[in-house]
């Protein structure tokens, strides 16, 4: 017995043996990736002052090349290639300088020196702000010892050289996405066919980037030095987080939160925020609730979109933006100051950028149609609502749907985005519902900015008529059209404004842009778009239901920059919402049913 007991612990010992024997290349470099990764964690966090780093590849058909080296006092030099641009960044004790090429726009800010710009610490910051990866950033001996386990069972190691280096080849069983690290730990390549990308990330470059590059340009512009670093940090931060979310969607968080005046709630998927109280107070729960997707969109808006702008109209936008801003906010009531001024506090953003970003809406373009009568199967009385504006700039991951009361006005449904507190599509509890179109006019400032009018709309307005006058007698800006229904008497109208014009357009009525009148129906869009429209109702009149009113808002109605479709019953308080996806349009995205009178219940509670 006692023979074969121990016959018996030694083929045990000897199978252990053996599997060490044959796992030991798995089991050294499974110890490896623990240990890099916890070095790579470490390094992120605190930054490192003698980083140097470059990157080159292919993402999806497009060239990438980027370089990073310090010198020293947080000094740096930074090169970009990409989308057909070359950027080259400078930063020393005197000046932060942009240079953009072939566009030949140097952007330079003199003064103190900035030490709150930082690229070491750069990459963490934009890890950390994806709720997916968040976490394996703060891990724990625990996680890492799981990372390992993880790599120890599903990993594949194979040595390897490429260009002289010998690399470690990590992979995935059944998967084509490779990940290589030389001996060293200094490179990295990334290998992913299936999404089109290969990148080789050098973390000790021998590229020197001479600084000597950003001095001449065509086109200079001279701008605040403190401006000019967030806009570097916060535009790239932002950029390269929308391209991880078209990669990585985040989740929207699953459980309510709530506070003393309000509630974040997750429908279907959807956030969701129900308010009340004054406006300061409405602005406050708003920051408290959202403060990760308003720092989100407001990077977006202001700093990559103010890339773009800057590059492009060689003009500095934080500058036209607040020019325009002055011009607007003669025309801001109170209580939207309030607003806008609580939503700051509490987000941990600047009141000027809150601002700011607030008059971003006012460049949305879109269609919109009301049908009812006889050109619906019951009568009912539809009101579609399509917005088409830069989805490339990641707004949709930000979509909130507000529903709220504010203290002395109509309670309503806001489908927007966090961090902007006017409306473009909306609901209000008298059965009166909005939607807009932008035109031209841009720098025609000298009104109420368009989402603000038509919040006043929802907050205001009892009645088609109350919102036809309030409409007419505001002081507007640019160019804009709107559709705006009543559920209660089952009719609508169309509007076409600009500052000095403001002209109705009634169910079947005709106006010069919109020259195919339809019974019972008032349709706004623009060219071919607005034909297809024309077209899908006259097809369906008289039959149009629920199903069919939604799909009037299918491409080409719709852009391939559709970034909501909202359809509101107004008479039943219920309206649908499709935000767009990762890389698809709303119209091809599930729409959401809301109900504004069981949501409002909520505030009761």
């Not at 940090?233 to 990669?247: D, F, H, P, S, Y």
């Not at 003393?260 to 925020?273: M, P, Q, S, T």
């Amino acid at each position: 017995m006692k023979k074969t007991i121990k016959y018996i612990t030694l083929a045990i010992l000897g199978i252990i043996t053996l599997l060490g024997i044959l796992s030991y290349n798995k089991l050294s470099n499974s110890i490896k990736l623990y240990s890099l990764y916890g070095d790579i964690a470490e390094n992120l966090q605190k930054g490192n002052i003698t980083l140097k780093l470059s990157i080159n590849g292919n993402v999806k058909n497009d060239t990438i090349s980027a370089y990073c080296n310090y010198k020293k006092d947080h000094s740096f030099d930074m090169f970009l290639s990409a989308l057909d641009k070359e950027i080259f960044i400078s930063q020393s004790e005197e000046k932060t300088s942009v240079l953009v090429q072939p566009n030949s726009l140097l952007v330079t800010g003199n003064g103190g020196f900035s030490k709150n710009f930082d690229p070491s610490l750069l990459l963490y910051d934009i890890l950390s702000s994806h709720n997916k990866l968040a976490p394996w950033l703060e891990a724990g001996f625990s996680q890492k010892l799981g990372l390992a386990y993880i790599a120890f069972t599903n990993l594949n190691f194979n040595e390897k050289e490429i260009s002289g280096k010998s690399l470690t080849e990590i992979s995935i069983d059944g998967e084509s996405y490779s990940l290589s690290i030389s001996e060293d730990e200094h490179i990295f390549i990334i290998n992913d066919p299936e999404k089109q990308i290969h990148l080789t990330i050098n973390i000790s470059p021998d590229q020197i980037i001479s600084s000597k590059k950003v001095n001449h340009a065509s086109d200079t512009l001279i701008v605040n030095r403190t401006d000019l670093n967030r806009s570097i940090l916060a535009g790239t931060r932002r950029a390269v987080g929308i391209l991880i979310e078209n990669e990585l969607k985040q989740d929207v968080e699953t459980e309510t939160k709530s506070i003393v005046n309000a509630k974040l709630l997750n429908i279907e998927g959807n956030r969701v925020l129900v308010a009340k109280g004054t406006h300061k107070e409405i602005g406050e729960a708003h920051g408290i609730l959202l403060k990760n997707q308003i720092n989100s969109l407001v990077d977006g808006v202001l700093y990559v979109v103010g890339w773009y702008y800057t590059i492009e109209e060689k003009k500095w936008f934080l500058s036209e933006m607040s020019n325009a801003y002055k011009r607007l906010e003669p025309f801001i009531p109170q209580k939207y100051q309030d607003e806008m001024m609580g939503l700051a506090e509490t987000s941990g953003i600047s009141l000027r950028e809150i601002r700011l970003a607030n008059v971003f809406p006012a460049m949305f373009h879109c269609s919109g149609f009301a049908v009812f009568g006889d050109a619906t199967v019951d009568g009912t009385l539809y009101h579609g609502r399509v917005l088409d504006y830069m989805t490339e700039i990641g707004l949709q991951y930000n979509a909130v749907v507000f529903i709220l009361h504010p203290t002395g006005s109509n309670a309503f449904a806001n489908i927007s985005y966090a961090g902007f507190i006017g409306s473009v599509s909306g609901m209000n509890d008298k059965q009166v519902s909005f939607g807009e179109m932008g035109g031209g006019g841009v720098g025609d400032w000298d009104g109420m900015p368009m989402p603000l009018l038509v919040r006043e709309g929802l907050e205001s307005s009892n009645t088609l008529e109350d919102a036809l006058n309030l409409f007419e007698t505001t002081a507007r800006t640019c160019e804009y059209y709107y559709v705006i229904a009543d559920g209660k008497i089952n009719d609508a109208r169309a509007l076409a404004t600009t500052p000095e014009k403001f002209e109705i357009v009634t169910p079947g009525g005709t106006h010069p842009q919109l020259p195919s009148p339809v019974k019972d129906a008032v349709l706004i869009s623009a060219g071919d778009r607005y034909k297809k429209l024309v077209e899908r109702v006259k097809e369906n009149y008289g039959k149009i239901d629920l199903e069919k009113a939604i799909h009037l808002m299918d491409r080409p109605v719709s852009m391939k920059s559709n970034l909501h479709n909202v359809l509101f019953i107004p008479k039943k308080a219920e309206f649908w919402v499709a935000n767009a996806g990762q890389r698809t349009e709303a119209c091809k995205e599930p729409y959401t049913k809301y109900n504004l009178t069981e949501l409002l219940k909520l505030l009761e509670k």
